[in-house]
């Protein structure tokens, strides 16, 4: 049981430390360290920066990901109602189960919360992931993508761009183009842009997003590391 936890604790350190960018020497802390390692990983990582109770579900969910699915489906059974509908979709969007995650989403919105925007939302991204482009389409015309749910645009464009329909999309991926805000989103924008052959465009976004993360403080930029390096390779090739 003993080895087992430190395993456990291996894991989530890893997972943590890969998510938030965290310098490499930490890996080499939690693997030739591996208790005291991870405790000090946990000590000054993560319990000054989240709640205690949120760190131990992401490791229950790390080593049982199908755990939060089975325990919400029984309280789906137990009291079928709208948010508990949502709850288990979440969860099976949460581990890539697109499929699953669709069809309760979908179910959801045939009670009386039909055209719901946060899950129309929720659909768009799923649908996304499935490659169900016109799907795609479809639930984002019924959302107020000027007023709410910018995030919807970026897959709006993409899928708008599978269609051919390429002057449309660029509207929309446009939209993301947000200073100090959506890197992932804006690097994106400019391969979009690469593969229009809109090079100067592309390379200005590009030049963009260098210039701010030059800009920002050493704790952020450290953590935009990947973008930084991807947009300079991007820069440089075109």
Known sequence: MYYYLIIALQVYC??????????????????????????????????????????????????????????LEKELNFSNTFQNRINLADAYSEIRDYNNAILHYE?????NFKNDPHTLNKLVRCYFETQNF???????K?????????????????ALEQKNEFEKAE?????????????????????????????????????????EINSMSKVNSRKLRGVFSVAEKMLNEN
């Open 134 to 140: 016109d799907k795609v389409i479809e639930c984002s």
């Open 142 to 158: 019924k959302i107020n993508l000027e007023k709410d749910f910018k995030e919807t645009v970026y897959f709006y464009g993409l």
């Open 171 to 211: 509207i929309q991926l446009r939209k993301i183009d947000i200073r100090y805000s959506h890197y992932n989103e804006r690097l994106e924008l400019a391969r979009f842009l690469i593969r229009r052959n809109k090079i100067e465009d592309s390379k200005e976004i590009l030049a963009e997003i260098i210039s």
């Open 107 to 111: 179910k959801a919105l045939e009670s």
């Open 14 to 71: 890893v997972y943590h430390a890969y998510k938030n960018k965290n310098d490499i020497y930490w890996y080499f802390i939690i693997f030739f360290i591996p208790l005291i390692g991870c405790i000090i990983y946990l000590l000054t990582q993560v319990i000054n920066k989240r709640d205690v109770t949120n760190s131990i579900e992401e490791i229950t969910t790390i080593i049982n990901p199908t755990k939060k699915v089975k325990d």
